[in-house]
């Protein structure tokens, strides 16, 4: 039987459905900066998963903007994407719930490894009640490096002095998956949000793959217990 001691979420898409929000953020923020782009098919695409490097080479290449203008729009978008969910709530992704209560009847540890900033997911989390259960929750302004560099997992990893091969890890994106991979996690489990990987990038990074978090519990159910 396979043993399995520790199981760490990413949250944006997968825990959450922040990306809706996230992009309709974006509309406004664009919208209160005279900003004309089609966010979803000429931008919103090429920033899922990516770090604040990437989203900035991506936005200067199509809005022409300046560095500064670039720093203020990203403060505009965090805070509308606040306003949303203060105003509105989240949804929280389906089969969610039920990993959550099934890996504490398992006694199984729990942790969050986000690439979003504290602010933001201390926000989210206790908006929805999640936050009370995980064990350990690590945020991309904690590490030294963001996804798709290892950090973050490693430092969860070695915060519970957990042998990696009982670890299962929960992605939606390719730079979580790549930073799972990068910290030689074997058990990469992929559950696809609003942008699928390719062909070639799901069998390269991915361990198994789910529609939802409902068959990762059963998965585990089957295979661990």
Do not use: H
């Not at 199981?7 to 974006?26: K, P, Y």
């Not at 979003?116 to 590490?143: H, M, Q």
């Amino acid at each position: 039987m396979n043993k399995l001691d520790l199981v760490i979420f990413d949250m944006d898409g997968l825990l959450l459905d922040t990306e809706t929000i996230s992009l309709a953020a974006w509309k406004k923020t664009f919208k209160n900066y005279n900003i004309d782009i089609d966010v979803e098919k000429l931008f919103f695409s090429k920033i899922l998963g990516s770090n604040e490097t990437s989203i900035k080479n991506t936005m200067m290449e199509i809005s022409k903007i300046d560095e500064k203008t670039f720093y203020d729009i990203i403060d505009n978008q965090i805070e509308e994407a606040f306003n949303i969910v203060r105003e509105d709530g989240i949804n929280i992704k389906k089969g969610a719930t039920e990993l959550i209560n099934f890996l504490n009847d398992k006694e199984i540890k729990k942790a969050i490894a986000s690439s979003s900033i504290r602010k933001k997911v201390d926000l989210y989390l206790e908006k929805t009640n999640l936050k009370k259960e995980f064990d350990y929750i690590l945020c991309g302004d904690e590490a030294k490096r963001p996804k798709p560099y290892p950090d973050l997992y490693n430092n969860v990893c070695s915060y519970f002095n957990t042998d990696k091969n009982n670890v299962i890890i929960l992605e939606d994106s390719k730079n979580g998956l790549l930073s799972a991979k990068n910290a030689n996690i074997e058990k990469r489990f992929y559950i696809p949000d609003l942008l699928l990987l390719s062909e070639e990038d799901e069998k390269e990074l991915s361990y198994k793959k789910f529609n939802d978090l409902i068959e990762v519990r059963d998965y585990i159910k089957s295979n661990f217990f």
